[in-house]
């Protein structure tokens, strides 16, 4: 059963083709999946205001309909140390096509995952799992299995990734909180089942993922044009 407002952010979304950040993680959030601290600001006064919460270093991304690809047009600003980077950021960002705003977010760090999910016109929804951030294309380390999940499918699918002793802690290096991944996939997995009738793709990339939790830190929906 779809909440109303995602139910209304999905209808509302259409006639662009996609689910703007600030929407899409509000989706997320609905399904107790975990997201760093943020905040959409339309303005400089509610970034600087915002940051006082949750304090430097931040990330600075820009919000427009007319920008699917964020990093593609220099519309991420990572490593913000103070106010007035944050106002140079946000000043270069609102000169890009569309903007409506900026997310202001707390930085994360961790090992890149990358969750995602396909809505195949055959076998229905079906989930991803593998290495993410810059390095997707480069290690091709993916798993993928039709969904719903159970939790043995999800335990099956991240045990299959090359990068599982990664994961496990490699050589004195800390592991990954696995139990805070698996609840993830869990949540991802009910969503995926939720919005099936209304998605195409769905990309979570970066998932930062350390010794004590896993948090989206982008996520994009790409909606079915019906």
């Not at 779809?2 to 952010?9: A, H, P, R, T, W």
């Not at 600087?48 to 427009?64: A, G, L, N, T, W």
Request: a neutral charge; charged letters at 25%.
């Amino acid at each position: 059963m779809i909440e109303k407002k995602v139910f209304e952010i999905i209808n509302k979304s259409k006639k662009y083709g996609w689910v703007l950040e600030p929407d899409a993680k509000y989706i997320l959030s609905e399904y107790n999946i975990s997201l760093p601290s943020y905040k959409f600001a339309k303005n400089i006064d509610e970034a600087i205001k915002f940051v006082r919460e949750i304090h430097y270093p931040i990330v600075c991304k820009v919000v427009s309909p007319e920008i699917i690809h964020k990093s593609d047009v220099g519309g991420v600003i990572v490593g913000i140390e103070n106010d007035e980077q944050l106002k140079i950021a946000f000043e270069k960002l609102s000169k890009l096509k569309g903007f409506l705003g900026v997310i202001v977010e707390k930085m994360v760090k961790g090992i890149e995952l990358i969750v995602g999910a396909k809505n195949d016109e055959q076998f229905g929804p079906v989930v991803l799992i593998g290495m993410g951030g810059v390095a997707v294309e480069i290690y091709k380390d993916t798993a993928i299995r039709m969904a719903p999940l159970s939790e043995r499918d999800i335990n099956s699918m991240i045990a299959s990734l090359k990068c599982y002793p990664l994961l496990k802690g490699y050589r004195g290096a800390k592991g990954i909180n696995i139990d805070s991944l698996v609840k993830m996939l869990e949540h991802f997995s009910k969503m995926i089942m939720d919005l099936k009738e209304n998605f195409l793709s769905i990309d979570l990339n970066p998932v930062m993922c350390s010794e004590n939790e896993c948090y989206v830190a982008d996520a994009r929906i790409m909606l079915k044009n019906h």
